[in-house]
């Protein structure tokens, strides 16, 4: 029963990507921790086997055992399932300095979710820049949009523009609830207006392209999560990791 030790041990560190020799302490380390489990076991009437097989069960998947085991915020961290954790964070839910994933957090973050400085996604929420279907912060830019510099369909913020807008100063909207007029409305944010307006021309003038590399982006993302699924999975599937 020792080569299934040894098979769940293999497991766990294919899951915990970590160096030699870094990996070898791990593997004895929790070796010894599950013989001593095992022997503990055995004293309460079970076989050697039985008590192997409910040892395993115990520790848990060799999956959630081995994600627990990875460097905490690595410099590369790519999973298949669950939170990816590091400077460049790739999966399902990405948490990072460059986050990419259904749902990503980071300091460019990019997914179906993207909470960041700078974001892009469905949904996106950018403390300096957003590009959304949906977006939330400094300069949005979205089909529905939220914040203080705005571009949109609908658009709110301080300075909102495109489409249906309502701001404090709002140009170059097709219907505006405005509070200053062009008559009236401070220099700095009528310049900013200015730019906000030659960034949207430069924004749609390039949509194309910018899509092009979002969609090239999910492609890649989803190239690289499903290598690590196959990197991680083992040859012989098992009944401890269900």
């Not at 990816?84 to 399902?92: K, L, N, Q, S, Y």
């Not at 089909?143 to 571009?151: E, H, K, P, R, Y």
Request: hydrophobic share 50%; glycine share 12%; with cysteine.
């Amino acid at each position: 029963m020792n080569s299934i030790l040894d098979r769940y041990l293999n497991r766990v560190l294919i899951y915990a990507n970590r160096p030699e020799p870094k990996a070898e302490a791990i593997r004895k380390e929790l070796k010894d921790h599950l013989l001593q489990k095992v022997d503990d076991l055995t004293k309460t009437g079970l076989s050697h086997e039985e008590a192997t097989l409910e040892t395993l069960r115990q520790h848990g998947s060799p999956k959630s055992i081995g994600y627990r085991l990875r460097d905490p915020f690595p410099w590369i961290d790519i999973r298949s399932q669950g939170t990816a954790r590091g400077v460049i964070a790739i999966g399902p839910r990405a948490v990072g300095i460059f986050a990419f994933g259904g749902v990503a957090f980071g300091v460019i973050a990019c997914g179906s979710v993207a909470v960041g400085l700078f974001s892009a996604g469905f949904l996106a929420v950018g403390l300096l820049f957003a590009w959304a279907f949906l977006g939330m912060g400094g300069m949005v830019m979205a089909f529905a949009a939220i914040g203080l510099v705005v571009d949109g369909y609908w658009a709110v913020g301080v300075i909102a523009a495109d489409g249906i807008a309502s701001g404090l100063w709002v140009p170059y909207a097709d219907s505006a609830n405005s509070h200053y007029t062009s008559k009236n409305v401070p220099v700095l944010l009528k310049s900013l207006g200015a730019f906000l307006h030659f960034s949207a021309s430069l924004f749609h003038k390039h949509l194309g392209i910018i899509l092009t590399f979002f969609v090239s982006g999910v492609m890649a993302l989803n190239f690289m999560i499903g290598r690590e699924g196959k990197r991680v999975y083992p040859k012989d599937d098992w009944l401890i990791d269900g």
